[in-house]
């Protein structure tokens, strides 16, 4: 077993994980979704991101760009998050709520193609 195989689908798939943990709950309701949980997706993904970068192989760039595609959604919720709290005092609101949930429902996305991709490349290894 490589370890560093291993490591690499245990960062690639809690990110998703904890991405979803973030996501599920009503869109625009404060307290279903946890600046914490956005804080621990967003330090995951870097991580997995990080990781990515060994990777020299066609679907390797395909992985990082879909990584990148991630923490970019997810550092762009942050930033809204932080400066209607911080800036603003208006974290709670509705619509502020939505837009860091929508933000991380992007991430989402990118994070669900970055695992498929991984499965695939997984299925396609030979022995």
Known sequence: MNLDKVLFGFFV???LTLNVGFVYGD???PEHHH???LF???????????LKFGDRSHLGA??????LVADLHLVAAALVWGLNS??????SE??????????????LVANLASVILLVVETLTLRR
């Not at 621990?40 to 990080?50: F, G, N, P, R, W």
């Not at 911080?86 to 974290?91: D, G, S, Y």
Request: with cysteine; proline share 2%; glycine share 4%.
């Open 40 to 50: 621990a997706a967003l330090v995951v993904s870097l991580i997995a991101t990080v």
């Open 62 to 67: 395909v992985l990082l760009a879909s990584s």
């Open 94 to 107: 509705p619509g502020v709520v939505a837009s860091v949930v929508s933000l991380a429902c992007g991430a």
């Open 13 to 15: 798939l809690l990110a």
């Open 27 to 29: 869109i625009d309701t």
């Open 35 to 37: 600046v914490w949980e």
């Open 86 to 91: 911080q800036v603003f005092a208006a974290a």
